[in-house]
């Protein structure tokens, strides 16, 4: 089973960039998946999840009204588009998946991991 993260790169703020998140191995209809992010000297801090069955979504308040979670179930791949994003957003970028329909907003909570994906948000 796997995770694999891309789409970073550099943006300036006010633009957008689309993050992809391929997952391989298994199905993931009972899952919670979801995207951290990673600043230097900071804790990895919850973004954005998706329940993938229902298709049902939650978002930290700092990125709510700018990104969108989203998933494909047909190309098992997991989406988070970064609308309008600013200097403060700029992290590495983690997909996450753990079991389950539940919203789970702790990194311990998750036991597979995409690596990460580096995002510099230009002022």
């Known amino acids: 089973v796997q995770l694999q993260a891309s789409g970073g790169g550099l943006v300036q703020a006010g633009g957008s960039l689309r993050l992809s998140c391929a997952a391989s191995?298994?199905?993931?209809?009972?899952?919670?998946m979801a995207w951290f992010r990673q600043a230097p000297g900071k804790e990895r801090e919850f973004v954005a999840g998706?329940?993938?069955?229902?298709?049902?979504?939650y978002y930290a308040d700092s990125v709510k009204g700018r990104f969108t979670i989203s998933r494909d179930g047909t190309k098992n791949t997991l989406y988070l588009q970064m609308n309008s994003p600013k200097p403060e957003d700029t992290a590495n970028y983690y997909c996450?998946?753990?079991?389950?329909?539940?919203?789970?907003?702790?990194?311990?909570?998750?036991?597979?991991w995409g690596q990460g994906t580096q995002v510099t948000v230009s002022s």
């Open positions: 996450g998946a753990r079991p389950g329909p539940f919203v789970r907003t702790a990194q311990w909570e998750y036991a597979l």
């Open positions: 191995g298994r199905t993931f209809s009972n899952y919670f």
């Open positions: 998706i329940i993938w069955s229902g298709g049902t979504t």
